[in-house]
């Protein structure tokens, strides 16, 4: 018997992580719009993942404009963004009361919480109510915090990636040469030698 012939193979690959965030957090979308019974908790993963896919952005950025990114990478993503920005000169024409800046603010609100949360108590001021069929309905309904409402339907998740789309978009456009499409995949490549 033959001793089967040897093949030395290499492979290597660069992974861009805002791009598989981002299209993660796309998949996690459509699931949700597919089937709307319980979906609040895939409109939560989607918002999740934008926020995440917004923050490694700017940690894909951050080291072809600045060469200490390393120290800098520490800092809240806001301080990043605000950097980058005014670093590669991108301003834009409205402030964070309006879209998509506001939006922005509120998704790395939400990324907080999420991402340091805590137990809260909920307790509303109390409501004058009718007396009639709807009372029984309303007395079901559970008070929920600002997140809970951010995710009962698909509008924040799907505005949080518009938004991050035309944000990231601008800061991508001022990025200096060469970089590659704006959430492109990285690329992955593979050899294989006899011995």
């Known amino acids: 018997m033959t001793k ?3 093949a030395t193979v290499t492979k290597e690959r660069t992974l861009h992580m805002y791009s ?9 979308l459509k699931a949700g719009l597919a089937e709307p019974r319980g979906s609040t908790w895939q409109f939560l993963s ?15 950025v951050g080291p072809t404009v600045f060469d ?3 120290q800098l990478e520490r800092l809240p993503p806001w301080s990043k963004f605000e950097l980058l920005c005014e670093t590669l000169g991108v301003q834009f024409s409205n ?9 922005i603010v509120e998704l790395l609100e939400f990324r907080n919480t999420m991402a340091h949360g805590r137990s809260i108590e909920i307790k509303p001021q109390p409501e004058l109510r009718d007396l009639n069929d709807k009372l029984d309905t309303y007395l079901g309904e559970l008070p929920l915090a600002h997140w809970e409402r951010l995710v009962k339907t698909a509008d924040f998740a799907q505005r949080a990636r518009e938004d991050v789309q035309k944000v990231l978009g601008k800061l991508h456009a001022a990025r200096p040469d060469p970089k590659e499409g704006l959430f492109t995949f990285g690329i992955g490549m593979h050899s294989a030698t006899i011995a």
Request: glycine share 2%; net charge neutral; with cysteine.
């Open 95 to 103: 402030d964070q009361g309006k879209r998509p800046l506001q939006t």
């Open 46 to 60: 989607s918002t999740v993942l934008t926020a995440f896919a917004f923050e490694a952005y700017l940690n894909h």
């Open 4 to 6: 089967p012939k040897k």
């Open 68 to 70: 200490c990114w390393e």
């Open 20 to 28: 598989e965030m981002w299209h993660a957090s796309n998949c996690v």
